[in-house]
Every structure is written in C-alpha cells, then in structure tokens.
C-alpha cells in the first residue's frame, strides 16, 4: 500500500491476556518506530528498528513488552499479561532510513487497545 | 525538566489572525528539529523540518534558536483549518546507533469564525 498500514485498527482485550500488534511500513523504509498515546498526552517512545535491527529499546515500559521486526518489513508488538494501563493508542512510523538526523516520519492510523 | 516541553493551550484565535507557538528542549546536542501536526484522534503528520536559518512554507515560518535552546512556529492569516494539535520534536541524536526522536505533549489551536 502507499502508506503504513497498522492491524488491528482496534483490540479489546482482558486483562492478563496477550495481544499482537502488526506494522505495515512504507515498502522501501528501512527505518519503523513504535510509539504510545494515552488520551490527551504526548507519544512516549517505545522502540525504534533500522533493517531488522533493533538499535534503542529504551522506550519499552517492562518486561511485558517485546518487539520484532523480519524480512526488514512488517514488525509485530507483543504486549504480554496485558494491564489497565497499557491502554492507548499505539502508533507505529516509518522513515526512509537514509539520513539518519534529517529523518522524516510518515505514521500508520494506530491501533486502539483498551484493557478490560 | 522535560526532554522537550511545549505549552499544551489551547490558543483560541479568530479566523485571519497571527499565533506563534514556542517549544524549548534540554538537550543542547539535538541535531534536528521538526513540527508534527496530529488532528482530533488521527495520526501526526509532518508539517515542516526546522532549520538554523529558519524556513518558511506558505503561511508557516519555523525558527530555531540554539542558544536559547528553543524553536518556534508562527502561523500567518489563520484558517479553521489550521484547528489541530502541534507536536514539537526533537532529534537528540543517534543513541545506540539509532535516532532518538523525541516528541512535546503537543499545543493546541482552535480558529474560530
């Protein structure tokens, strides 16, 4: 497609449960990033990929946490035991990968996440 | 003190008028600097890169003042349009071999007829 496309546009899930979220990057885009939105606030970081490298995983909140990227395409978010307070909007981007400082980020729709 | 901080709002101006918004970042090795646009429960979209010299596009001009560790949005000529949450952010580099961008809690506009 032309542009980042995210899966599931919307999950509700129990909480304890696991959940995965998918990332279709922009085709060619080396670069994908995962951030969070909780209502009303900013993106919090989560983790940043380059090829199927993950460079920065500072961003993850515990241990519950995982991310995976293959074929230097789609990646997958594992939230695992899930909690009330993982509830938000998880954003995923991507960039071209090619200028490193000047990179610019073209954002999937999210997916909405709310734990029951 | 946040890694980047901007004044949330909302700023409520009337339709053809001029608004500025400013975002300071405590990072004085930031590298580069962008403005993001995110609409009511959509996605942010890229509005402009800011540079040293400043850069303008359209009714839009952007400012960086790296002494004072702050950069700078004017909207010119305001239209309903314009109505949306503006992200600040902040590359502070390459950490662990990847970029660090780093995003404001947004400000928001609201033009009014």
């Known amino acids: 497609g032309a542009g980042v496309s995210q899966s599931p546009s919307n999950k509700v899930t129990e909480k304890g449960k696991d959940v995965e979220l998918r990332c279709d990057p922009i085709s060619g885009h080396t670069a994908l990033y995962w951030y969070r939105q909780s209502l009303g606030q900013g993106l919090e970081f989560l983790i940043y990929?380059?090829?199927?490298?993950?460079?920065?995983k500072s961003g993850l909140p515990s241990d519950r946490f995982s991310a995976e990227r293959t074929g230097g395409s789609v990646s997958t978010l594992t939230i695992q035991r899930t909690q009330q307070e993982d509830s938000a909007v998880y954003l995923c981007?991507?960039?071209?990968?090619?200028?490193?400082?000047?990179?610019?980020?073209?954002f999937g729709s999210g997916t909405q996440l709310s734990v029951l | 003190r946040k890694e980047v901080e901007q004044d949330p709002g909302p700023f409520n101006v009337p339709e053809g008028a001029t608004v500025a918004f400013n975002c300071t970042y405590s990072?004085?090795?930031?590298?580069?600097f962008f403005w993001y646009r995110q609409d009511c429960r959509k996605e942010p979209k890229l509005l402009m890169s800011?540079?040293?010299s400043g850069n303008e596009d359209g009714r839009f001009t952007a400012q960086l003042n790296r002494a004072s560790q702050y950069i700078s949005l004017l909207i010119r000529d305001s239209k309903l349009s314009d109505s949306a949450t503006y992200l600040c952010v902040v590359n502070g580099g390459i950490t662990g071999g990847g970029n660090k961008l780093t995003f404001g809690t947004g400000t928001q506009l609201k033009v009014e007829l």
């Open positions: 800011v540079y040293s």
């Open positions: 990929f380059q090829g199927n490298s993950a460079p920065d």
């Open positions: 981007a991507s960039s071209p990968g090619f200028e490193p400082l000047n990179e610019k980020l073209f």
């Open positions: 990072n004085s090795a930031s590298q580069s």
